[in-house]
């Protein structure tokens, strides 16, 4: 008797073990990865970019010919130049502009600023430049100052406001002259943080204010609401004010590190933050409502006009805060962010997930997908692209060494904290690329951009002495240094094989759900092996109570 109930006990035991085994570690979780050894991908390009003080780089943008756009901080007054810089070094700190050709040969450099300090480089990417580019190769770019003489030309105002202004400047095409240049703030801190340009040349402008007096114009909000806001505005071709409007609630404060903000082809303006605001005004949202124990991440769409048409937030029930935003060609927005846990209809892709990605239908109202990913340490996603089959390119930092990799470049955690770049899926269930990109310091991705023939330009801050360079044309002088980093885009999509259920603005919280390789979710496989080892349980018993019976009978 004895030996048969432990011969089924070991039949229990062997049974579980074989079968957990089966479901979760020969298949590994969907969408998910296993770092792989050997990299399939190369760096096409990848050069430090400063001088012999410090230099950060923010910004990267592309025209239709392909040529690159780079802007960030310097300290440097001998940044590599082509043949000598389009307008001089003016202060202790200026921002620049570079021009590069589509083979990453120097075209330009050009210093902005007045004798003051105008942006402070750092390993912190707030307090950053903007920049985009037009059809034409005008250069447009946001800021801060803290120059009473930075150069202001055709200015919507001229006078410097006091304790860092938001500056909105365009630039002419060769570089050498500013087209219009104008202050935007009022008597406190006001930071313009991103910029973008629609087709007819307007410009775009996202940041944050602790003004009450900030400058408004047709806007849906015209009241400091708390500490600090948002604010989005809209200039026209000659650098004037269309509207202008605060972002917020009327507590707590909204911010950002950095803001986003993409126009659609209708000019439409999309921006993403963070709030601690539970009055945060919401219209048509998939959630009204402030989840977070301090903050969530809140997203808006504004028209053209400077109507506010959908804004919600979102968010898990800790701490949020946002990455990047983008729009496809039909108006699907696509939002990134990091800090919490429980985020709604979330799809896991790797172990200790921190970093998310949303998509949303075109009003803002509907969830399409979810999905998470990171390591164990630190993830902070900042830029964020969108190519032409749907699928998302994050860059950003991290220090976790078990960040997922596919088909990396590079595998290795290298220091005190690595940029990354990490492709997902048109359907957000698989990541097709994902590699560590730094030396043996620190390291972070910030902005991304792309050209049609599919080209993928990274471009971020560094102050590791050994950061990877595949045929770079400039020097590193071993301070803190901004990069550029070039890639082909050769991962190809995994379409979807389901597509997903749409979430509509009945927010709930579910709890994470992993689906296997047999298209199971966790609680189903639990619930399978429940019922296996029931029948189990069953079987022994009946060959228990046989065996008792046949002792009986023989006694």
Request: hydrophobic share 35%; aromatic share 10%; proline share 5%.
């Amino acid at each position: 008797m004895r030996r048969l109930i432990a011969v089924a006990s070991l039949f229990i035991i062997c049974s579980i073990l074989c079968f957990q085994t089966a479901m979760f570690q020969e298949f590994p979780v969907s969408g998910s990865v296993m770092p792989v050894a050997t990299p399939s991908s190369v760096l096409m390009f990848s050069t430090y970019i400063g001088g012999s003080d410090d230099d950060t780089v923010h910004s990267v943008a592309v025209d239709d010919n392909g040529s690159i756009y780079i802007a960030g901080t310097t300290k440097s007054n001998d940044l590599p130049s082509a043949d000598g810089p389009r307008i001089p070094f003016s202060g202790s700190s200026d921002y620049f502009v570079m021009k590069l050709t589509n083979n990453c040969e120097l075209v330009y450099t050009t210093y902005i600023g007045g004798t003051s300090a105008d942006g402070i480089p750092n390993l912190h990417p707030d307090a950053s430049c903007s920049i985009d580019v037009d059809q034409s190769g005008h250069v447009y770019m946001t800021g801060y100052t803290t120059s009473p003489d930075f150069p202001v030309v055709n200015a919507w105002d001229d006078t410097y406001n006091g304790n860092g202004d938001c500056f909105a400047l365009k630039l002419s095409p060769s570089g050498d002259a500013i087209e219009y240049a104008t202050f935007i703030g009022g008597n406190k801190l006001d930071m313009g943080i991103t910029i973008s340009v629609d087709d007819l040349g307007n410009a775009y402008i996202s940041g944050r204010t602790c003004s009450s007096d900030f400058p408004t114009l047709a806007s849906f909000d015209d009241t400091l609401g708390g500490v600090q806001d948002c604010f989005l505005l809209k200039l026209n071709v000659t650098g004037q004010i269309v509207y202008s409007t605060f972002v917020g609630g009327e507590s707590g404060g909204e911010g950002s590190h950095p803001n986003g903000l993409v126009i659609d082809t209708n000019g439409n303006a999309y921006i993403i933050g963070w709030t601690n605001s539970q009055d945060f005004p919401t219209v048509n949202a998939f959630d009204s409502t402030l989840d977070g124990i301090s903050s969530d991440v809140f997203f808006c769409k504004v028209s053209s006009a400077g109507l506010l048409l959908a804004s919600s937030y979102y968010g898990g029930i800790a701490t949020d805060e946002n990455g990047g935003i983008a729009v496809d060609g039909e108006g699907n927005i696509y939002i990134s962010g990091h800090g919490s846990i429980g985020y709604p209809g979330t799809m896991v892709l790797s172990d200790h997930p921190e970093i998310f990605v949303a998509k949303f239908d075109s009003s803002g109202r509907n969830l399409i997908y979810s999905s998470v990913f990171g390591g164990m340490y630190f993830d902070n996603p900042f830029g964020l692209l969108i190519d032409q089959e749907g699928c998302l390119f994050v860059t950003g930092a991290t220090g976790s060494s078990d960040f997922p990799m596919v088909k990396a470049y590079d595998s290795t955690n290298n220091g005190l904290g690595d940029a990354f770049l990490t492709k997902l899926s048109s359907g957000g269930d698989n990541i097709l690329f994902s590699s560590y990109v730094g030396g043996n310091s620190s390291d972070m991705g910030i902005s991304l951009a792309k050209t049609n023939s599919g080209t993928i330009y990274l471009v971020g801050i560094t102050n590791s002495t050994n950061f990877p360079t595949v045929s770079t044309p400039f020097p590193m002088h071993q301070n803190l240094d901004g990069f550029l980093v070039t890639l082909e885009n050769s991962w190809p999509n995994v379409p979807p094989e389901v597509t997903p259920s749409t979430s509509t603005s009945s927010h709930q919280n579910p709890s994470t759900t992993i689906v296997t390789e047999f298209g199971l979710s966790s609680n189903e496989i639990n619930l399978l092996l429940i019922a296996g080892i029931g029948i189990e349980l069953v079987v022994i018993f009946l060959l228990l109570q046989n065996s008792y019976k046949s002792s009986r009978k023989s006694q």
